[in-house]
């Protein structure tokens, strides 16, 4: 699994807003972690978590962060599989106290032949 070490200075950008683009040439799996439950509803992410088909992830434990002004910091885990190369678009946290973690898995290539499941792009 990679970290993204992404840019704190995008934690303003909106929730109704692309934040970040990845381009992957595999299927892959992304992983968001955010700071707490209250950084991950305050800013709207939740929003375009649901809609978008991100699904909580009880079986990955959070990162545990410090920070100021309310650190540590520890909250839930989103997880969506992309089956196809393409591009993910991963919307703001709107949260001054900072953005989601990041965390990128490659996949092996499809079979070919082999039904995929999703497509990356949206």
Known sequence: MLYLMTSNDDRKTPASRCMW???TNHPATVHLNFRSEAHMRNGGSDVWL???GWQPNA???ST??????????SGPVYTKHFGAAGRIQ???SNNWEGTYFVFFELHAPPTPGA??????GR
């Open 21 to 23: 683009t990845l381009q």
């Open 59 to 61: 079986s990955l434990r």
């Open 64 to 73: 545990v962060s410090s920070g100021i002004p309310n650190g540590p910091y």
């Open 90 to 92: 991963l919307n703001g």
């Open 115 to 120: 039904p995929q499941t999703e497509s990356a």
């Open 50 to 52: 649901r809609r978008d």
